[in-house]
């Protein structure tokens, strides 16, 4: 029984790793010493706004805004800082869509899928970005350039289909106009 | 702190400041008469076309010339997004359309030097016959009204002073120096304001019942989760209009006794939150937020919270555990948030578009509002028109338009020469209206009748080549995604419903699925615990009910009427065919067979329908059937 129980826990730790750490094939340690400007960011900001009520996401939101994702140690780092569980802050992070828990690419593309660009062939603009730059939704590439999500709508139907590249607005996109937009990133 | 009297001085100042444009309100003129000014528009659409650039071209090529008395403002969105970047030039109200930066200098040169038109960029929908008309009589134009968005295009979204010259602020002084918290309610009850959002719960009730529930502590909460796919109204009015949901959160403040608003805006809308930003920073310094409000000792202040990507957390108390700092799981309505919301206390949670309706209805009066729409639905509603419109954008219209005069007369109907086949309201809570229904009056009795909601205003044109099994299938997969797991009627039902309808689309669903597909729909509606569930088989139940033939072609018949699905569509090379072999060279199952220069085959066994052959075909020989 026990014995069950220890690799039950075993189990559980290793896949909220590997969650947080978007497959084992990519190594995700911080350097501290190379991050310590940005810690120290945080750290400051964490101690004007921990008298707010309902301060995780606030945190959560300067992680994402400063490291691009939440690192793992990061996390811990709140946990510790606000008195929070871990597991708590995993179950908040993995709710959100806009956190992440793997680092993106440089640029992000973001394909809208609302309605109305679905209705004007966002489909076929997300498989054409796909097959530019060989990889699928979710994804960075190797060099860690792009990497594509599938959003939610963007509010910019008056000019379906769109994408966002880094909070810009591309509208009116067709496969052509997608090369090359792609182009000017890279 | 700032008086009435220096509110009054600002309005009076500005007013004289902001010259030719105020004749886009048919304002008369306090200022010189000579001025004019080229308004461009800085919405959504078109903000992201550069409108920044097109400015200082503007400013450059004017220095240039030496032009006198012409200013160049950015305003909110003008709603016609399809044609955007938008130009307006004042006092003649002439409107240019897809103007490009370097379009500008020829602007300048034959329009403002010379006095004549640019007849290039005219907006074509701009002219009758050999006139040239202004662009308030422009059909897209013509029919609309506007309240929630009377400031969107005209003033500087920027410039608190510019939305006070348009009488901002002045319906919060009034509330402020001469109405009890009782009469204010009332005003906001007898005008008959319906939530914006979707479910149209009558607004005064909502605060009168926080105003009589007694407790320490009271909110207010703006909705800005503006989350519908297809919806972008309140994002408009954010972008445009910062202060007049400012000013409606304040005024709400006031009648139930609360000191403190959150306004929970959707991160996707990164241009909103700056001006969110500006906007309360701006209000707080001139004190109209922030303690004793014009001197009456009234304290309100603003605080902007950010969601993080979850649909769901539109829904009221979802939201409100996302301010908390939880994932957003909607609660057990056991109590109305207006009593125990926000960390328990009395909350009021409005939405944007129903904010903003508040200050012009304590300035004009609840009477003036009920003159406006309908007995079930008084003032106006904005709309997004998206999909296969022509004139996709924005637009706003008594409540009781038909929906034929949005669509047809307003949105200039379907493009490309296409058939209407379906218009989407609501979102993925919505439904799939019929051309039947086309002459249904727009309001919320109206609609729910007819199997669909008002919803926050997305209004999503399909034509023809539209699948609606496709569509429910995409709308539910949206739900599946978006669900947050919490009750099981719409975590389990909604993904059951989802594999059904792709089976369906595959080709390989049976008669029973629809039965199932029916039972579940009515089983998920009953027994989800909050709106989401409650309201995610509208779409399947309602094209189930009126494109009952078209599920019934995809489950008996394997076809698709429109040609969306593959699974079910064959492709077939016609004898437009040249014989170049392309497509059978690109093909990667080699499926396609035939001689140079005769007519190609194509191995319906074979072919995977990747559609890499009606890709690579010069001549347009190979389509779907």
């Keep these: 029984m026990l014995f069950i129980r220890i690799i039950r826990t075993a189990e559980y730790k290793l896949s909220f790793l590997i969650t947080w750490q978007g497959g084992l094939s990519m190594e995700l340690k911080i350097n501290w010493e190379a991050n310590r400007e940005k810690i120290d960011k945080l750290n400051e900001f964490i101690e004007n706004n921990r008298h707010k009520d309902g301060v995780l996401m606030l945190v959560l939101q ?8 939440i690192p793992y140690e990061i996390a811990k780092l709140i946990s510790k800082e606000l008195k929070i569980p871990l597991a708590e802050i995993f179950g908040v992070a993995t709710f959100y869509s806009q956190f992440s828990l793997h680092p993106k690419g440089e640029n992000v593309i973001g394909v809208c899928l609302g309605t109305a660009c679905y209705v004007k062939g966002g489909q076929e603009i997300l498989k054409k970005i796909e097959e530019l730059l060989g990889i699928t939704v979710g994804q960075t590439t190797p060099d860690g350039r792009f990497s594509i999500d599938a959003t939610r709508c963007l509010g910019s139907c008056g000019l379906a289909p769109v994408m966002m590249i880094n909070g810009q607005i591309h509208g009116r996109l067709t496969a052509d106009r997608v090369e090359e937009i792609i182009e000017q990133y890279r | ?48 076309s550069k409108v920044e650039d097109i400015k200082e071209r503007f400013i450059r090529a004017i220095d240039r010339k030496g032009l006198k008395n012409v200013e160049v403002s950015i305003a909110g969105c003008f ?23 370097e379009d500008i200098d020829e602007i300048v040169e034959k329009h403002l030097c010379k006095n004549e ?35 969107c295009g005209i003033i500087d979204y920027n410039n608190i002073d510019e939305y006070i010259a348009l009488d901002g602020y002045q319906a919060l002084a009034k509330v402020l120096t001469e109405m009890e918290q009782g009469e204010v309610i009332e005003v906001i009850k007898r ?41 972008f109204m309140d994002r408009s009015i954010l972008e445009g209009d910062p202060h007049s949901v400012l000013e409606g959160m304040a005024i709400c403040g006031y009648a139930i006794g609360s000191d403190q608003g959150f306004i929970y805006v959707r991160a996707e809308y990164p241009v909103a939150v700056e001006r969110l930003r500006t906007a309360i920073k701006q209000a707080r310094d001139k004190g109209l937020l922030g303690k004793n409000i014009f001197g009456t000792g009234f304290n309100f202040d603003i605080e902007l919270r950010l969601g993080a990507g979850a649909f769901v957390c539109g829904e009221g108390t979802a939201l409100m555990e996302s301010i908390e700092g939880r994932r957003g799981m909607p609660r ?52 997004a028109l998206g999909g296969k419109v022509k004139n996709t954008g924005l637009v706003e219209v008594p409540m009781g338009t038909t929906l034929r005069e949005i669509i047809f007369d307003i949105g200039g109907g379907i493009a490309g020469g296409r058939k209407f086949k379906a ?69 389990e039902g909604t993904k059951r419903m989802l594999e059904i309808l792709e089976r369906i689309t595959r080709g390989e669903g049976t008669e029973e699925d629809l039965e199932r597909l029916e039972s579940l729909a009515e089983n998920i509606t009953i027994s989800s615990l909050c709106g989401l569930g409650q309201t995610a088989s509208n779409p399947v139940k309602s094209t189930l009910k009126y494109f009952r033939e078209e599920y019934k072609a995809h489950v008996y018949e394997k076809r698709c009427p429109a ?22 060279r690109n093909c990667p199952v080699s499926a396609i067979r035939g001689n140079v220069k005769e007519r190609h085959t194509i191995d319906a066994e074979k072919c995977i329908k990747c559609g890499t052959c009606m890709e690579v075909c010069p001549v347009g020989a190979v389509i779907k059937r």
């Design chain 2, 332 to 383: 057990p309505k056991v109590e109305r948030t207006a009593h125990k919301g926000l960390w328990g206390k009395p909350t009021i949670i409005n939405n944007v578009e129903t904010l903003a309706n508040v200050p012009p209805i304590i300035i004009n009066g609840a009477d003036w509002f009920r003159s406006i729409g309908t007995e079930d639905s008084s003032g106006t509603k904005v709309f």
């Design chain 2, 79 to 101: 709603g016609l997004c399809e044609s955007g970047p938008n130009i307006e030039i004042y006092p003649e109200g002439v409107f240019y359309s897809k103007v490009k930066p």
């Design chain 2, 191 to 231: 005008s008959n304001l319906r939530g914006r959002g979707g479910a149209g719960f009558p607004t005064g009730r909502k605060w009168e019942t926080a105003y009589k529930y007694h407790a320490d502590k009271k909110y207010v909460i703006c909705n800005a989760d503006e989350g519908d796919p297809g919806a």
């Design chain 2, 1 to 48: 702190m700032i008086t009435i009297q220096e509110l009054d001085a600002i309005k009076e100042r500005t007013l004289k400041a902001m010259g030719a444009k105020l004749y886009k309100l048919n304002r008369e003129l306090i200022g010189e008469k000579s001025y004019r000014h080229v308004l461009i528009c800085g919405g959504p659409g078109c903000h992201s």
């Design chain 2, 423 to 491: 218009v989407q309201t609501g979102g993925p809570s919505g439904g799939c209206i019929p051309e039947e229904f086309l002459d249904t009056p727009v309001d919320f009795a109206s609609l729910a009748k007819i199997g669909s909601i008002m919803g926050s205003g997305g209004m999503i044109v399909l034509d023809e080549n539209d699948c609606m099994v496709d569509i429910a299938r995409f709308f539910l997969d949206f739900t599946v995604d978006e669900s947050c797991g919490k009750c099981i009627p719409c975590r």
């Design chain 2, 563 to 584: 040609g969306v699905c593959r699974e079910l569509l064959e492709f077939y090379i016609t004898d437009k065919c040249i014989g170049c072999t392309r497509c059978a």
């Design chain 1, 62 to 69: 300067e992680v994402q805004e400063l490291f691009g994702y």
């Design chain 2, 117 to 151: 038109i640019v007849e290039r960029l005219l907006f074509e929908g701009a002219r009758k016959g050999e006139q040239v008309i202004p662009v308030h009589q422009v059909d897209f134009y013509k029919k609309q009204k506007k309240i929630a968005l009377r400031n």
